[in-house]
């Protein structure tokens, strides 16, 4: 539910022109109004729809206002549902007290100021429209955690056996070799040993050094995101076997705050990442532009593309790697957007180039 989306206000009155009323008044308001001319008929409509607001009379007959106050509260979706009561018959305090001990959040007394009447209905609207929102983002955050939860445990299983099957056997055959190396009694023998676990140590060391340089690139902090961004797209481009081109400009980029160039890095390496994993693409195009007051980061492919609620990022069609992005330029005040490229998937960031992203040059030679 957007900012802009309608809430239901539920008026009940088993007067018509009361009810006509009430309409012409909270007509402004741009809201979903719904008219009941009894207790059972607004129960009903409560059971079948989700209502922000009730506004009722007390007098009814049948089931009064008080008792229908009561039977909406005693349901546990309606606990917190706005019921404003008005009345032109029971004015005392004892009335209005009563009102509010059924779980009232106003009582309004007769003759009605429709500009009174239009503020308070349109302030629990907007109450109700906020809670929805927040429940939603409470429920789109909860599957995200879970969702981190289970790829970290992934990330850690792939690392466990990266170790294990990679750097692990190589350590098992620099061992052997050892061994060898003490049980040899020619001098030509040991040195032949001595060479091949020093090999396999050098192809040991590598592995290490990758998997180091794919969690955390020395470049980024060393050199900055121009030049970590050039290893890291050859190297996928060779993985992968996706071709894939950089352009960054200006040719001379800035050095950003490290947290800022991570993130850049991150949103660029999951992109691509989603390019490998989901596309189809043959190829894919990375474009990093300072342009003075912000900082844009494009990535294009040639694929298949994606589905439109993923376009729009709607809550529950969107997974992590593309919650995780749209956070990070959050972080610094800008945004994620995606586009159908026609071919391909365009996922365009765009961040704000203040004052306090940028390292000042004596920082950077100091």
């Not at 939860?149 to 052997?176: P, S």
């Not at 020395?218 to 797209?233: K, N, Q, T």
């Not at 365009?346 to 940028?358: D, G, Q, R, S, Y």
């Amino acid at each position: 539910m957007s900012t802009h989306d309608k809430v239901n206000i539920l008026m009940v009155d088993d007067q018509p022109g009361k009810l006509l009323s009430y309409e012409v008044i909270l007509g402004e308001l741009g809201e979903n109004l719904i008219k009941a001319t009894s207790g059972k008929e607004a129960l009903e409509f409560l059971l079948k729809n989700d209502i922000a607001v009730v506004l009722m009379d007390v007098s009814m007959p049948e089931i009064d206002g008080f008792e229908l106050a009561e039977m909406i509260r005693q349901h546990p979706r309606f606990q917190k549902t706005a019921i404003i009561f008005i009345s032109a018959v029971h004015l005392t305090d004892l009335d209005q007290l009563k009102g509010y001990q059924r779980g009232a959040v106003d009582y309004i007394s007769v003759p009605i100021i429709p500009e009174l009447l239009r503020a308070k209905v349109s302030v629990f609207a907007e109450l109700h429209r906020k809670a929805g929102q927040l429940e939603r983002l409470n429920a789109e955050l909860r599957r995200l955690s879970s969702r981190l939860i289970t790829m970290q445990d992934e990330e850690r299983r792939r690392i466990a056996r990266e170790l294990h099957d990679g750097l692990g056997q190589e350590l098992v055959a620099a061992k052997i070799s050892l061994y060898r190396i003490l049980q040899q009694t020619s001098e030509t023998a040991k040195q032949e040993a001595g060479n091949e676990a020093a090999k396999i140590l050098d192809r040991g060391i590598q592995q290490v050094r990758s998997m180091s340089h794919l969690l955390h690139p020395p470049l980024l902090d060393e050199v900055g995101l121009h030049s970590a961004l050039r290893w890291y797209i050859d190297g996928f481009a060779q993985r992968s076997g996706i071709e894939t081109t950089l352009e960054v400009q200006p040719n001379e980029f800035p050095r950003l705050t490290p947290e800022l160039e991570t993130a850049i890095f991150r949103i660029v390496q999951e992109s691509l990442s989603n390019v490998f994993r989901h596309s189809d693409a043959h190829q894919a195009w990375v474009t990093v532009n300072f342009q003075g007051t912000q900082i844009v980061a494009r990535v294009r492919d040639d694929g298949r593309g994606i589905a439109e609620s993923v376009v729009e990022q709607q809550p529950g069609s969107i997974g992590i790697g593309i919650g995780g992005m749209s956070q990070r330029a959050k972080e610094f005040g800008g945004e994620l957007k995606l586009a159908l490229a026609n071919p391909g998937t365009l996922v365009e960031t765009v961040i704000p180039c203040t004052a306090n992203v940028l390292l000042q040059e004596a920082r950077i030679t100091a």
